[in-house]
Nanobody, 124 residues
Framework: QVQLVESGGGLVQAGGSLRLSCAASGRTLSTYTMGWFRQAPGKEREFVAAISWSIGNINYADSVKGRFTISRDNAKNTVYLQMSSLKPEDTAVYYC?????????????????WGQGTQVTVSS
């Protein structure tokens, strides 16, 4: 199993930036794809971005393309989500998750390990 711990959330004004981190431990991550999801109050969890660990294939939700960047540091077993031009509608709890294989899929049901989440609040 792989354990995931998110950090970096907080309160930011609209137009600002935040960088989320997800530290992974427990097993080698070379065969995993890592994803970021978010869930706003009263809404379903939605896909944000994903990156395959070894190949670097990347996938973004349309709502964050051009504003968010997912990346990874293999040496640190950490995946990042750089968020820029933040909007109030980006307010949510952000989760990182891991799945087998190299396809950066958007389906949450494919991910088997989840972090505890980190709150991001964007004020207008």
């Amino acid at each position: 199993q792989v354990q995931l711990v998110e950090s970096g959330g907080g309160l930011v004004q609209a137009g600002g930036s935040l960088r989320l981190s997800c530290a992974a431990s427990g097993r080698t991550l070379s065969t995993y794809t890592m994803g970021w999801f978010r869930q706003a109050p009263g809404k379903e969890r939605e896909f944000v971005a994903a990156i395959s660990w070894s190949i670097g294939n990347i996938n973004y939700a349309d709502s964050v393309k051009g504003r968010f960047t997912i990346s990874r540091d293999n040496a640190k077993n950490t995946v990042y989500l750089q968020m820029s031009s933040l909007k109030p509608e980006d307010t949510a709890v952000y989760y990182c998750a891991a799945k087998w294989g190299g396809s950066p899929s958007s389906g949450s049901g494919l991910y088997f390990s989840w972090g505890q989440g980190t709150q991001v609040t964007v004020s207008s």
